[in-house]
């Protein structure tokens, strides 16, 4: 076989795909890049106007989901009209219950802000309307009738009391009564009161009587006029304050009168104010404590007056698109704040909070399906306001009926937006199989995919894609010689030759580290040699690890050789994953034969260190070796394999072809050159299957090989299907273009066996018979002999039961013989391979 050459190893791209000198030369590339079907799905999920025709974004993170929907959606958004404005205003007849009212875009601010300078302008013109000398004459014109009216009566009923000898006098605050004259007209003193006789009393307490009858007459009809006067300063207040309000309201009856609401709510509010006018009057004594949580320095009026504009839009910026990340139950539906004042927990309409669905109403949302899991209660909130097409205001406490406090209760408002939900696979499957309502909330599914073909077209598109970050982070631009750096490097992050990692975050994080370097360098351009730059920091701010492996295979802590030939002994090859990084190294695999009962002893899964399809990997193997070699016979063996020097779990059957290697090496006795490294999966019929990690294997192997000094025997066996996924480092490139080292591709474990034992594997004849000198051949001696082995020990037990019917005492002495010569057949070596 003959090795890979060079240009097979990497895929680079041709400069003249490139027509530009610059990325600032391109028009940048805002669309969805590689994502068509996506993007269709996004497209019909806007147009179609029905319910439950929400968006769930699938995809891996970091592919730029939300950046490229957003950015499509504001698009959209931005030939929308503008969204109803939404405002609450106090319910006069019940506080608890305020009502919404919905307004064309821009106006409930407009309205907010014209109810308030009403305000101002009414605190100002009524107390100047009362303090006015025209005000003060007609109330005091009024007091002087009420004070007329009252003295006349009283002097009426004095001179009636007189005339019986009786004095009015007043005797308490507002209360009058009588008392007996004496000569000189004044009220008589007690003791001289007690001094008359029984009869000149008796007539005095029958007078008193009578005037008492007459005194209350008097009161009935000066609380009459009293309360007539009260009735005249009201009407007269009413008329002053109606003289100053009316001509205001008027205004903004007129302005807002093609909206019944506000005109209903304009007459309850005048209706309330008249019976208010206190308010007004005392307004810089009575500041209410929650005017002062609301807006500081504003001149507002008292809560009962104020209007709540909840939401505001500005009519000429199209419907709204709306990023909540952290989407929390109050965040998400709104909630209602509360206060505490002089230790008193208080809430009002005017602190009423939005929500993210309130902001988004009439646009879009983007939520993070992840996040709003984690928080208790918002998915269920957040279905169940998408079903009921409306906004209700509930606290936790109520709904878990925590609390048995008192709150608002305002009106729901009308709920009509496009949702878009963003997730990975796992969430949405999770989701789907657990949640019955998905489907009926979220019809449409945008799948994001992870690569695209690349092609001279699509490398283009993928230079103004760049062009798109550099010029959004505000980098400097790419020459063409970086712009095709990072293509190739897009397609080593695919590990395919002929695609393209769509990973946004990914090349953007890049594409930073690679402007730094650029700005250090005092380019003015990012160049080929500070992508590179950027790519090998990374890479020593990662290594550490995979140095202290390195570390270890020189020190010869961990066991490694990459020359001579040992039975049953393969360097297989592993990648080591942690955090964000990972790198491959070489592990020996080691197996022992034996004979036994046709079983393979997978020595890392009996420790529970191995994983389900490492397992399921060893087991094919015993399925190949039995269909290959046992289909006249059965199998009489045993092996056992073992991952050297494995402290932790090994999974994943890319070293199933390694694994058979070294089994059908330990079988037939004949030595693996250890300069090879293997990594590939085999079926049951020894086909060669593709693995993953095939750059980082390959580059972990040359990197051990290395340290041990390159001699180019050296070489990596992959499967022939890992081809396409090369893109290999240039240190590898040029070891193997000087021939120091050597990379084959095989698709069929032959092919492997004759690379790594150095001899033909074998092909049966008519007659099932492997020729002599090859691999297959040695296998099929050394079973056979196992075979026989097995039937001599049959023979001997048979003559061992005829024996012990005729010598039981001899039965000992016998199976030793037996134990003895089945030992020497295990042991006995395979005649036609030493033959030849």
Known sequence: MKPLLPKQLYSATPLKNLPFRTTKRLKPMTDFLGQERARESVEMAVAMPHDGYNLFAIGNNGLGKRTMIRRYLEGVAKAMPAPSDWIYVNNFRDPRYPQAIELPAGLGSSFRA?????????AHRIVSAFESERYQERRDSLKVKITTVQQEALAQLSRIAEKQGLKLVLRTPGGY???????????????????????????????????????????????????????????????????????????????????????????????????????????????????SV????????????????????DPKAGAPVIY????????????????????????????????????????????????????????QSLKRALRAKNLKLSSLEQMLTLTGTVSLEPDPIALGLKLVLLGDRETFYLLQEFDPELETVFKMRAD???????????????????????????????????????????????????????????????????????VQAQAEVIASAHITQALQGRERRHDRIRRLYLEDIEKGSQLFSCDGSVIGQVNGLTVV???????????????????????????????????????????????Y????????????????????????????????????CGLLSAIARLPVKQSFGITGSVNQFGDVQPIGGVNEKIEGYFAACQLKGLTGEQAVI???????????????????????????????????????????????????????????????????????????????????????????????????????RRAKAAHRPAKTFQNK
Request: aromatic letters at 6%; hydrophobic letters at 40%.
């Open 114 to 122: 014209d109810v308030h300078k009403l305000w101002r302008q009414l």
């Open 324 to 379: 909540e990340d952290l989407p929390t139950h109050y965040n998400l539906l709104g909630h209602v704040e509360q206060v505490t004042y002089m230790g008193t927990v208080a809430t009002d309409f005017t602190l009423i909070r939005p929500g993210a669905l309130h902001l988004a109403n009439g646009g879009f949302l983007l939520i993070e399906a992840e996040q709003v899991l984690e928080h208790p209660y918002a998915w």
């Open 294 to 313: 609301g807006q500081a320095g504003e001149q507002l009026p008292p809560v009962r007056y104020q209007v709540n504009a909840v939401v505001s839009h």
């Open 625 to 660: 070796l039995k269909a290959r070699f046992g289909a006249e016979h059965p199998l009489r063996f045993a092996a056992n394999i073992a991952f050297e020097q494995s402290y932790s779990g090994v999974d994943g059957d890319s070293a199933s072809l390694g694994e058979l």
């Open 177 to 291: 009564g009588f008392s007996p004259m004496d000569a000189s007209g004044e009220a008589m003193t007690e003791e001289a009161a007690a001094k008359l006789d029984s009869e000149q009393r008796a007539r005095i307490k029958l007078a008193i009587a009578e005037m008492d009858k007459r005194l209350g007459k008097v009161a009935r009809k000066l609380d009459a006029a009293e309360e007539s006067h009260r009735e005249h300063i009201d009407k007269l207040n009413d008329e002053v304050a109606r003289a100053v309000l009316e001509p205001l309201l008027a205004k903004l009856q007129q302005r807002y009168a093609e909206h019944p609401r506000l005109l209903s709510y304009l007459k309850t509010y005048k209706a309330d104010l008249l019976s208010h006018l206190e308010l007004v009057l005392n307004a810089e004594e009575n500041q209410d404590a929650t005017v």
């Open 718 to 820: 992959i499967p022939v299907q890992n081809v396409r996924h090369l893109m290999l480092r240039d240190d590898v490139r040029a070891a193997v273009a000087k021939g120091q080292f050597r990379i084959y591709a095989v698709s069929r474990v032959e092919e492997a066996i004759e690379l790594l034992l150095g001899l033909p594997a074998g092909v049966a004849d008519a007659e099932g018979e492997y020729p002599d000198g090859s691999v297959f051949a040695a296998v099929s001696e050394r079973f056979a002999v196992w075979h026989d082995a097995e039937k001599e020990d049959d023979k001997e037990e048979e003559k061992v039961d005829e024996a012990e019917a005729v010598k039981p005492a001899e039965s000992t002495k016998t199976d030793l013989r037996v134990t003895n």
């Open 448 to 518: 994001f995919e992870s690569d695209m073909p690349r092609t001279a077209e699509s490398e283009l598109t993928y230079a103004h894609f760049l062009a798109d970050i550099a010029n959004r982070e505000g980098l400097l631009a790419l020459d063409r010689s970086g712009v095709a750096r990072l293509i190739e490097e897009s397609a080593r992050t695919a590990d395919d030759q002929a695609l393209l990692s769509l990973h946004a975050r990914g090349v953007a994080d890049l594409l930073r580290e690679s402007n730094y370097w650029a």
């Open 577 to 623: 994953s942690y955090g964000d990084a990972s790198f491959g190294l070489p592990s020996r695999i080691s197996v022992t034969a034996h004979y036994g009962n046709g079983e393979i002893t997978d020595i890392e899964r009996d420790v529970e260190l191995g994983g389900a399809i490492h397992s399921k990997g060893v087991m094919i193997l015993t399925s």
